[in-house]
């Protein structure tokens, strides 16, 4: 099973790439996957010149190849102005408009980091909805880290169930079906995996 972490982190060493790190180390523990990082801020180059000559150099398209072959994804943005950062959007636009189905079907953990628990909304309102328009199937729990969460108790519990029922999904995927509702363990989750099993 293969498992990749986008990190939208600009720092080094970086809180996004570490919280990253910390869901995929849980996820591969829940169940064993190879694990890929797609580090964002060495491709923001390759990224730019996509959009202004329509064709990805050399790194970015083995990053798109690495995304697309993925059995399930963590993905991981600072906030900038309440919502993700323009380099994690720009990834994922440039990755659909080549090629619009490249997310679909594909099992994805959004997380976030950030300077106040404030912010923790953009889970809800920027990286559900982006993902639900490229066709991914975003698993119920998300995970945002502000400054104060680190070390703390109750962000190990949201790595834990958010890394649970990512693993549930990707299990599924790598067998190429959807994961049984049961091992869940989310009740409302139930329907939309019904939904991908009428749809096939």
């Known amino acids: 099973m293969k498992l990749v972490v986008v990190s939208a982190g600009l720092s080094v060493p970086s809180s996004t790439r570490l919280l990253g790190d910390r869901l995929a180390a849980a996820t591969a523990e829940a169940a064993p996957a190879d694990v890929e990082v797609v580090e964002l801020r060495d491709l923001a180059v390759e990224i730019a010149h996509h959009f202004t000559s329509g064709f990805p150099g050399t790194a970015l398209s083995a990053a798109f190849d690495a995304v697309r072959a993925a059995d399930g994804l963590i993905v991981v943005t600072p906030v900038f102005s309440a919502s993700y950062s323009g380099l994690f959007k720009s990834f994922f636009d ?107």
């Open 94 to 200: 440039a990755l659909g408009g080549s090629d619009p189905d490249a997310l679909a079907g594909t099992p994805v953990l959004v997380a976030a980091t950030g300077g106040t628990a404030r912010h923790s909304l953009v889970l809800d309102h920027a990286l559900r909805p982006l993902f639900a328009y490229l066709k991914a199937v975003v698993v119920p729990t998300g995970v945002y880290a502000a400054s104060e969460d680190w070390g703390a108790e109750g962000l190990d519990a949201r790595i834990g169930r958010a890394a649970g029922e990512l693993a549930a999904l990707t299990r599924g995927r790598a067998a190429g079906r959807p994961a049984p509702a049961d091992d869940l363990a989310v009740v409302p989750f139930a329907d939309q995996l019904a939904a991908l099993r009428r749809t096939g």
